[in-house]
């Protein structure tokens, strides 16, 4: 609707007559003046007779002067529709409103903001914009391209909608960051070019395992959309799938722990997802977030047909929309679990080479005694000399491993196993 509006206003800026009305929406009319080549909306302070003006597009250019005032009447406001082909927009004193959808023109070529420094509100950092502390991050211009955007300390909130589709393949954050917010269905710190998030190790709220974004709290943030590689495992201790998270991976295969309980809006909209393993611990799904065609699935046909649907913030009881899927239910999986230990103790001992044979046994025979298991590429738990297959030398491997320590040893496991690998 907004590059319809853009199309309806490019009409107008040869005609002189002001004002004039355009329709935003069905039921909704906007009333537009113009001073110069700006549009603008009047509106009146609340319980007041007193106008100020709000800005609603202003003319293309390399760098754009939003004035302070238009016949005497304070510019407050920049409206969501405002730019498209402005490569620096410079914000006067006045200014105190910008909307959180300011980047929500995708083709907008903006590169940089500039804030006059008497704004009492606004603050510019190196072309994006803050408030006037510099503790929250407005809007990263969409414009931007750069292999590296480090973000300043002192920085503590990402506003909801700060950037859409800046060209940005790593981001550094701040020891200081405390939130970074998203909405239902769209993250802060969402672009498609991002290929890893790192985190100073003073933050103690977020950290980062692999390029991978996690707040400390058990919500999986942030796996870089453009990050390489088909198959991720999400790590034991991880509650929730965030909104967005997985949005527009390269992932084929994805692993869900038994700790999480809940996946939000957005976060599995991955064209190229074939197979998930969702664990019986999940509870709560988005309507929103689309689940692939093969799903291995941690309880019962019952347990599965539980799972509540969400709505937003409302969740309906209702059954999972199943239409063009196979669903294997009652399926072990060792994925989340450490090389030599695909019971997920945390220790290996004798029961993990009990494990393995019983996982030896349903891969290799018919009778799967009731348990479906993920395809054998994905057992590297229990695969530990790392030949492809899980067998006997595996659980030969784990036995002589646990007798070792058992009398004393203290090498580790991964140190353990090296001379044995076979890749």
């Keep these: 609707m907004k590059k319809i509006i853009s199309a309806v206003l490019s009409a107008f800026l040869l005609l002189s007559a002001v004002p004039f009305n355009c329709t935003a929406e069905d039921d909704d009319v906007i009333k537009l003046h113009k001073y110069k080549d700006f549009y603008y909306e009047l509106h009146n302070f609340f319980d007041s007779e007193e106008q100020y003006v709000s800005i609603y597009m202003v003319p293309d250019g390399d760098r754009v002067e939003i004035p302070n005032e238009i016949n005497g009447l304070p510019v407050k406001e920049i409206s969501d529709n405002s730019f498209n082909k402005v490569n620096t927009l410079v914000i006067p004193d006045n200014v105190d409103t910008i909307p959180n959808s300011l980047n929500s023109w995708d083709d907008t070529t903006l590169k940089a903001f500039e804030v006059s420094k008497n704004n009492p509100n606004y603050s510019s950092i190196n072309g994006l914009l803050y408030n006037k502390q510099g503790t ?19 920085l503590e909130t990402i506003r909801s909608g700060a950037t859409s589709t800046a060209k940005i393949k790593n981001l550094v954050l701040p020891a200081s960051l405390k939130v970074i917010s998203s909405t239902l ?14 985190v100073s190790e003073k933050n103690i709220n977020y950290v980062v395992q692999d390029g991978v974004l996690f707040s400390k709290n058990g919500l999986l943030v942030l796996y870089p959309p453009s990050k390489e590689g088909t198959s991720y495992s999400v790590p034991k201790g991880v509650k929730t799938i965030g909104t967005q998270a997985f949005t527009g991976s390269k992932l084929k295969t994805l692993y869900l722990p038994e700790s999480v309980t809940e996946i939000y809006m957005n976060s599995l909209n991955i064209s190229g997802l074939e197979r998930i393993y969702l664990p019986k611990s999940i509870q709560n799904i988005d309507n929103y977030s689309q689940l692939p065609p093969d799903i291995y699935y941690g309880g019962s ?11 937003g913030y409302y969740p309906y009881y209702k059954y999972i929309d199943n239409s063009n899927k196979t669903i294997h239910y009652n399926v072990k999986t060792f994925k989340n679990n450490g090389i030599g230990d695909p019971d997920g103790n945390d220790a290996v001992n004798a029961s993990d080479a009990s494990w393995v044979l019983s996982e030896y046994s349903n891969l290799s025979t018919s009778d799967r005694k009731g348990m479906e298991y993920m395809p054998i590429e994905d057992t590297t738990a229990s695969d530990v000399n790392s030949d492809g297959s899980v067998n006997a030398s595996d659980a030969s491997l784990i036995l002589t491993y646990y007798s070792m320590v058992s009398t004393g040893g203290t090498q580790s496991f991964k140190d353990f196993v090296k001379p044995y690998k076979k890749s």
């Design 185 to 198: 269905d769209t993250l802060s710190i969402y672009t498609s070019t991002l290929e890893s998030v790192s």
């Design 301 to 311: 046909k019952e347990d599965y047909m539980n799972i509540k649907i969400i709505y």
């Design 136 to 154: 929250m991050l407005y809007a990263i211009p969409n414009g931007i391209e750069t292999d590296t955007l480090t973000l300043p300390e002192g």
